[in-house]
């Protein structure tokens, strides 16, 4: 099981240790650092800062939002950073809830997710390949454009740039059953948002006849503490925020994949509280068991303890958040 550092999206402004964190975790051996995106920094910014600052540590980006941009923005992103990397980077992207979609970049969520992501995946693949000008006839995405107020005189194209590999690797997030279900056919790994090494039969029908070579790569939080409670204080908000607040309380992907892991009760209850602008309540809502489950929090030897279940499982990368070298180094001593 290889460690990766995620970094997420900055918060009122750009994080000053992020980049010495991305060093460290290079030093210690660390395979890859992540980088993601909300409504505020962007995910591929921060990471070719962090490319021109490393020279072996791959680079992805966790996860980057469809809607932000089309997919052959998106693809000319991957293959300029691929390029400036030496071939270290690797294309994780998300479709995101109608709330962002909607709500932030102003386009409306597809009525059907699978077909949108099937087809967003199909341009980025023949752009890389630049075997051909891309061409797409899709419901949601068309190349050349057809729709409403074309001018007829759009033509297919293949970049100019001879993109640096073909198969630069290609992730989702995807939270659904019938998402991920789709993810093992389509791409090159899988990037769950929660994933409990105690719970693994909740995406056991969807991880069938996995292709050989497929990356499953969970965060989750990591610290090296005395206290466990203040330990997973931390989680306890970031799922209070994905949960209560990341969505609609009609639909709320990250509300339902909490319910499908057995806490249905309490997932609904954190929304109710937080949508009634209760959010300190709805943070302590949430069960310490769930919060502990998919982390790693406590003593050195807990951790040691714990880490075996997340090596027992398909997991092949684990994405840490980690708060602090000192935490860093734990996990590199213990898991390389």
């Known amino acids: ?72 923005a998106t693809a000319m992103h991957a293959l300029t950073l691929d390029h400036l990397s030496g071939g270290r980077m690797m294309l994780g992207l998300g479709l995101s809830g109608p709330q962002v979609v909607e709500g932030w970049y102003g386009r409306p969520f597809p009525s059907s997710p699978l077909t949108a992501t099937r087809e967003y995946i199909d341009v980025i693949r023949q752009v890389l390949r630049r075997e051909a000008p891309v061409e797409l006839d899709g419901r949601f995405h068309t190349h050349p454009y057809r729709g409403d107020g074309a001018t007829g005189l759009g033509k297919p194209l293949k970049p100019i740039t001879h993109p640096l590999r073909a198969s630069l690797p290609l992730l989702l997030g995807a939270e659904g059953p019938k998402n991920i279900a789709q993810t093992t056919r389509i791409a090159d790994g899988w990037l769950p948002l929660y994933w409990s090494p105690l719970r693994t039969d909740v995406y056991k029908a969807s991880l069938t006849d ?41 639909r709320n992907f990250h509300a339902d994949l909490m319910a499908r892991m057995g806490y249905e009760g309490e997932a609904r ?41 997340w090596r027992s499982g398909p997991v092949t990368d684990l994405l840490v958040t980690a708060p602090d070298p000192h935490t860093m180094r734990v996990l590199a001593e213990l898991a390389l």
């Open 210 to 250: 996995l292709p050989d070579g497929f990356v499953i790569a969970p965060m989750a939080r990591a610290q090296v503490c005395d206290d466990l409670a203040e330990g997973l204080l931390p989680v306890k908000m970031m799922l209070g925020f994905y949960i209560g607040g990341m969505g609609h309380a009609a």
């Open 1 to 72: 099981m290889r460690l990766g550092l995620a970094l997420g999206y900055w918060g009122r402004g750009p994080d000053p240790g992020h980049l010495e964190l991305a060093r460290e975790a290079e030093r210690l051996g660390y395979d890859s650092v992540w980088t993601s995106e909300a409504w505020g920094s962007d995910a591929f910014t921060p990471l070719t800062w962090i490319a021109a600052h490393t020279s072996r540590i791959r680079l992805g980006t966790a996860v980057a939002q469809m809607a932000a941009r089309t997919p052959t």
């Open 269 to 309: 209850e954190v929304q109710r509280l937080f949508a009634e602008g209760r959010r300190e309540e709805a943070v302590h809502a949430v069960p310490d068991a769930f919060a502990d489950e998919i982390s790693l929090v406590g003593p050195r030897a807990r951790i040691a303890e714990r880490l075996e279940a």
